[in-house]
């Protein structure tokens, strides 16, 4: 019975993300995406706005908590790199650059339907484009499409951890994409 509990908890401890993979996920998926038509550095102040949410993630109440998660996931992996950016001014740079995150589509199995379905309950999904902008001008600077999926196999062997780290790779992955292009 302890050798059964012992590699239940193994097996749990091993599907948590760590902060190298998270890193090296997103610096992989980063370089996957198409590039803005200048620099982020060009930029004097930098200003990241509430996520836009679709139809499809509107019309469920469970959806759209889970949307203020990752929201929340990415301000906190976004924002101090911005306020970092604006402290520090130049006088080449000038303008405002916006991002405003678009979620099309977004389906995070919760660890109670990985419990009794498993991989049935299907894969996880986020779907978000980065819509970044010049503030003054309206100009599109860059669009890029953060597309990701938790495996419904993987999210049954871990009973839902990585359908939960799905969250940290995409914010990791939108603030990597800025750091790319700075």
């Given at each position: 019975m302890r050798y059964t509990l012992f590699l239940a908890l193994l097996l749990l401890v091993g599907c948590a993300a760590n902060p190298?993979?998270?890193?090296?996920?997103?610096?992989?998926?980063?370089?996957r995406l198409a590039k803005p038509t200048r620099p982020f550095s060009t930029f004097a102040h930098y200003e990241l706005r509430?996520?836009?949410?679709?139809?499809?993630?509107?019309?469920?109440?469970?959806?759209?908590?889970?949307?203020?998660?990752?929201?929340?996931?990415?301000?906190?992996?976004?924002?101090?790199?911005?306020?970092?950016?604006?402290?520090?001014p130049s006088a080449d740079?000038?303008?405002?650059?916006?991002?405003?995150?678009?979620?099309?589509?977004?389906?995070?199995?919760?660890?109670?339907a990985r419990f009794w379905a498993g991989a049935w309950a299907g894969d996880s999904l986020i779907d978000i484009d980065l819509f970044v902008t010049e503030k003054e001008s309206g100009e599109t600077i860059a669009n890029p499409r953060l597309k990701m999926e938790a495996d419904?196999?993987?999210?049954?062997?871990?009973?839902?951890?990585?359908?939960?780290?799905?969250?940290?790779?995409?914010?990791?992955?939108?603030?990597?994409?800025?750091?790319?292009?700075?």
């Open positions: 190298e993979t998270v890193q090296s996920v997103a610096a992989t998926e980063s370089a509430q996520m836009a949410l679709g139809p499809a993630v509107e019309r469920e109440e469970g959806k759209v908590e889970e949307a203020r998660d990752l929201e929340n996931r990415m301000r906190a992996a976004i924002d101090p790199l911005l306020a970092q950016w604006a402290a520090a740079r000038s303008g405002t650059l916006v991002i405003e995150p678009r979620l099309a589509a977004l389906k995070v199995v919760s660890g109670g419904a196999m993987a999210g049954g062997w871990s009973i839902g951890a990585t359908d939960q780290n799905l969250l940290d790779y995409v914010a990791s992955t939108a603030r990597q994409y800025l750091v790319d292009n700075y």
